[in-house]
């Protein structure tokens, strides 16, 4: 019988994408999503890619919030009542934009930091104590020394970064404070990026983006008129700000990877950088995007973003130790496939509402 996983936020960026791998590799998932930040049209998608019904035994579907505890147990509850409870959980259901957590820390407070300990509390309830949890880079805040290693100083600089280093030192108390009886991984991203190769699922940010890709994609489409390249004297190779950017497909299967590690492994928080180790530059990712696309990226030279750091690059050894992860994909690989999302689905998911 196939093993069975709660996927919160599965609707989302990383989380679509993570669903075409697992329901690839023949898991079967419950996807709990709020659609704050997604459409349905994206899991209609997913179901397609992977070749299984919609709302079916593979991938079912259920519209809620993670902050609420009776959803939650009515959904543990009925999966095991079922006799096919929830081995574990994959946890991405969150809020992600950094300026916005500075303009509503106590809904960023609510729905990361409140939002998972009621998730905690209905799997402890309910003897699902395996999870893989989306943290995030930003813990890092301006880091010290580059590559960043997973021992650095978590210091983050905004409330967003802070909401995700509470989840981790929430999980990091559960852990100790009930030894042996928790399987956990707190993965730190670094710049996820890119689309699933068909171009059928991708990112689609709501209004105007705020991060690098998703405005490149939509000059390059079109969308926007031009990039505003934030600071071009920071101290790198060509003074624009320097990123490690990771293909959302490598970062899918990093999460089989660290669901397979945990299940075939005893109880344990297991913290690892999902990154390439490799970083590119702000003008790289111009040039790239726009060898891949054949579209010229008009952009200007403007003053540094505040709270920008110059350079972020992940030292990803232990996931290639401890997870067997490594990325595969290159920047040409991610241009490619941010493209083919970008120029079939101009106005991202909405078109086809
Ligand atoms: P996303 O916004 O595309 O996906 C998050 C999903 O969670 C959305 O489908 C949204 O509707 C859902 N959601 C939000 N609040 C919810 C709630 N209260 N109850 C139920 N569902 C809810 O974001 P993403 O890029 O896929 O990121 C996934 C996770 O990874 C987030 O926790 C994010 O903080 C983290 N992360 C993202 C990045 C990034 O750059 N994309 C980097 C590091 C960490
Ligand atoms: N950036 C930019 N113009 C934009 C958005 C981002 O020059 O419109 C730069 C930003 O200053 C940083 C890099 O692109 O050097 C990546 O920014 P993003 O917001 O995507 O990721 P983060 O800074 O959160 O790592």
Known sequence: MSRRVLITGGAGFIGSHTCIVLLEAGYDLLVLDNFSNSSPEALARVASLADVPLDGQQLQIKRGDIRDPITLDELFSAAAASGRPFEAVIHFAGLKAVGESVEKPLFYW???VAGSRTLLAAMDAHACRTLVFSSSATVYGYPETVPILESAPIQPINPYGFSKAAVEQMLADLNSGTPNTWRIASLRYFNPVGAHPSGQIGEDPLGIPNNLFPFVSQVAVGRRAQLRVFGSDWPTHDGTGVRDYVHVMDLAEGHKAALETLLSQGPQHLTCN???????SVLDVVNAFSAASGQGIPYALVDRRPGDAAVTIADPSRAADILQ????????????????WQRANPMGYRQSE
């Open 325 to 340: 992860w490594r990325t595969k994909r290159t920047l040409t690989d991610i241009c490619r496939d941010g493209w083919a």
């Open 110 to 112: 609510d729905v990361n």
């Open 274 to 280: 999902l990154g390439s180790g490799d970083g590119a």
